[in-house]
């Protein structure tokens, strides 16, 4: 009798893990997004339809009018922020947190950040230039990049998938993710797990280490996104 019963409740339990469990697999293998973690670092290659995404080729003009593609960011680890100039939200914040990632790893010759502005038009690489100035970008593999408006909207939106889209009622007319892509030094996009065992994808790159978390109750991401980036200076 007692068998009988420790089988029903083991059917019970397989059953429940069935219907709760099992369309999430299957949502996320339709989604195409599957991670595959490194041993030594911890952190998780992001992967579409069993293929590590990778930074796209890009091809386009850095503050000091110098041709720079994602080959110049080979053997080095990166960080990667769509942005303008004009920005009246969350740029500044964005990039006074890179700045203060830029000094933490100032020692690193194979450390960069890559920030390409949605509003090409303008940010000329003058206008650029004078912009890290203002924030005291000083790594030399810090290039403020511009060119075809085109080319920068299809790399955002579908090689990176960070969202940007010009939008004349928005604030400065354009909207735009204020989240930060982390790549390694081989070109492909990493991330840490959350506790679910979920990759974050993204770094939030609106809220500084100081102030913790903002208004809406978002933490901050500065703190493990610099952690995450020396695992990665680390690896071979």
């Not at 029903?8 to 996320?28: A, E, K, T, Y």
């Given at each position: ?33 599957v991670v ?175 102030e913790g ?24």
């Open positions: 009798m007692k068998n009988k019963y420790t089988y029903v409740w083991v059917s019970f339990v397989i059953l429940v893990f069935g219907i709760i469990f099992i369309p999430r697999i299957v949502d996320r293998v339709k989604s195409g997004t595959e973690r490194d041993r030594m670092s911890g952190l998780a290659f992001l992967e579409v339809n069993g293929e590590k995404r990778k930074v796209p080729d890009f091809s386009f003009f850095n503050q000091d009018s110098l041709l720079i593609t994602n080959n110049d960011y080979k053997g080095k680890v990166y960080v990667v922020e769509f942005f303008f100039t004009t920005c009246p939200t969350i740029c500044p914040l964005m990039n006074q947190n890179l700045v203060s990632i830029q000094n933490e790893f100032k020692e690193f010759e194979d450390f960069g950040v890559a920030s390409f502005t949605i509003n090409p038009e303008y940010d000329t690489p003058s206008v650029l230039k004078a912009y890290a100035e203002k924030y005291g970008i000083v790594n030399l593999d810090w290039h403020l990049l511009t060119g075809d408006m085109d080319a920068i909207y299809e790399l955002a939106n579908k090689g990176f998938y960070i969202y940007a889209k010009e939008q004349e009622d928005a604030p400065g007319g354009f909207e735009h993710s204020g989240m930060f892509a982390l790549v390694d030094k081989n070109g492909f996009l990493r991330s840490r797990l959350d506790a679910s065992n979920n990759p974050i994808i993204y770094y939030r790159g609106t809220v500084g280490e100081k978390q903002n208004e809406e109750g978002e933490k901050e991401q500065i703190s493990i996104l610099k952690e995450d980036i020396k695992k990665l200076l680390e690896e071979k």
